[in-house]
């Protein structure tokens, strides 16, 4: 027996999430960025192109997603996905903890 599904809004929230997690990603890497130029750290500005093309490939993945969700409600998220997204949020945590101890450095 199937459940009834609801049409409307599954593929909205799935977008939503993921271009949520894109923005949040791409702020932190402007911040990652920034601090790494300001204070000539091309490790740390290296990191913050890195998260940039991450941000911008969730986001693109999100609007694959949501189109997966509108044909089929079921459809797994697909698991390297999930498993990349875990590096790069500990890759953001990284850097961002980097960027503040620099900065609190002086």
Do not use: C, I, K
């Not at 949520?20 to 990191?47: F, I, S």
């Not at 189109?67 to 961002?96: F, I, K, N």
Request: hydrophobic share 55%.
């Amino acid at each position: 027996m199937t459940s009834p599904r609801d049409p409307g809004l599954q593929p909205e929230r799935t977008l939503l999430a993921w271009s949520r997690t894109a923005l949040v990603l791409a702020a932190d890497a402007l911040l990652v960025l920034r601090t790494g130029y300001v204070r000539r750290l091309p490790g740390l500005a290296a990191l913050g192109g890195l998260l940039a093309l991450a941000a911008v490939a969730l986001y693109a993945h999100g609007v694959r997603r949501r189109s997966a969700v509108e044909h089929s409600p079921h459809a797994p998220a697909g698991r390297w996905w999930m498993r990349g997204l875990a590096v790069v949020v500990v890759l953001a945590a990284g850097g961002s903890a980097w960027s503040v101890l620099v900065n609190a450095g002086g």
